[in-house]
């Protein structure tokens, strides 16, 4: 049994064999978790990351076709677990600090934003925690919106084609999501400015 392809290996368990994906997965574990690592850099990530190659793996047993090397293919779904991985930590992030960015009171000056104290520093980390649970609740089609907005860089035209809605509908739409989100958080923007800084330049 140990003298099977890769292929041989895949085959088999599209073909209803469960020890041939524990096999292929103590086979290549090893090789994946390093790839994931590349790509995240902390181990732990890494290898939680190659457990869900892994159950791709699986779920695509009935779908596989050996059309090329099995560890091309297993390397493909390797990469693009990585990368939308790392694409979702950036959407993440980036709209987070967008969207703070967004709601920042324009009388502050970009200067005293740009190098915050630590208390200023602990202050903004809760208000992304408040944005974030603020996006959560928007209904879909606003929340949809604004992502595609802030994030996206979609204009009103192209919102209008993805939502498949009028423009001055989209146009409603993001005044309503931007203002949902304001609500909520506008206590924790009120709070995380001092007088001396509302009264700065």
Not at 48 to 77: G, H, I, N
Not at 112 to 122: G, I, M, Q, T, V
Not at 123 to 139: D, G, K, N, T, W
Not at 169 to 183: I, T
Request: charged letters at 35%; proline letters at 4%; hydrophobic letters at 40%.
């Amino acid at each position: 049994m140990t003298g099977r392809s890769d292929v041989e290996l895949m085959l088999a368990l599209r073909a209803g064999d469960e020890d041939a994906f524990k096999e292929l997965v103590d086979r290549h574990r090893d090789a994946v978790v390093n790839l994931t690592y590349r790509y995240l850099g902390n181990k732990s990530d890494a290898e939680d990351l190659a457990q869900e190659v892994f159950l791709k793996v699986y779920r695509a047993r009935a779908r596989y076709e050996p059309s090329a090397k099995f560890t091309t293919w297993l390397y493909r779904v390797a990469a693009n677990a990585c990368l939308n991985e790392v694409r979702d930590r950036r959407r993440r992030a980036t709209f987070a600090a967008a969207a703070i960015d967004a709601l920042e009171d324009p009388s502050v000056p970009a200067e005293d934003r740009s190098a915050p104290s630590p208390l200023e520093e602990a202050e903004r980390s809760e208000m992304r925690e408040h944005v974030r649970m603020a996006l959560a609740e928007l209904p879909e089609r606003q929340r949809m919106a604004l992502l595609l907005n802030k994030f996206h860089g979609l204009g009103y035209e192209e919102l209008a084609d993805s939502l498949q809605m009028t423009v001055p509908a989209v146009k409603s739409l993001l005044v309503r999501a931007r203002e949902n989100v304001r609500r909520r958080i506008e206590p924790y923007l009120r709070a995380g400015r001092s007088p001396e800084r509302r009264g700065a330049g």
